[in-house]
Nanobody, 126 residues
Framework: QVLLVESGGGLVQAGGSLRLSCAASEGTFSDRPMGWFRQAPAKERELVAA????????YYPDSVKGRFTVSRDNAKSTLYLRMDSLKPEDTAVYFCAAAGRYYTGLAYIPSNYHYWGQGTQVTVSS
């Protein structure tokens, strides 16, 4: 069982920045691709960033490309999401997620992920 705990959400004005963190509870973090998802009210959960287990490759959808940066510190079992130039449409609950062990690629869809955090609210005011 992998326990994931997000932090760093909050209220920010449009154009501002936030950095989310996701701390993993146990030692398989470095064996797993990771991802950040978000879900706004009445919308489906969407992937906003994915990173390979070694951190050498990342993916972003067009909606956040150039504004969001995912990174990981395997020594600290922690995943990060730096969000710049935030827009009101970025308002959502943000979740981190851990995919299956030893998968060497990127995980793109929710069913690829085995463990989820509880989420942290990000609100961007206009």
């Amino acid at each position: 069982q992998v326990l994931l705990v997000e932090s760093g959400g909050g209220l920010v004005q449009a154009g501002g920045s936030l950095r989310l963190s996701c701390a993993a509870s146990e030692g398989t973090f470095s064996d797993r691709p990771m991802g950040w998802f978000r879900q706004a009210p009445a919308k489906e959960r969407e992937l906003v960033a994915a990173i390979t287990l070694g951190g050498d490759s990342t993916y972003y959808p067009d909606s956040v490309k150039g504004r969001f940066t995912v990174s990981r510190d395997n020594a600290k079992s922690t995943l990060y999401l730096r969000m710049d130039s935030l827009k009101p449409e970025d308002t959502a609950v943000y979740f981190c997620a851990a995919a299956g062990r030893y998968y060497t690629g990127l995980a793109y869809i929710p069913s690829n992920y085995h463990y989820w955090g509880q989420g942290t609210q990000v609100t961007v005011s206009s």
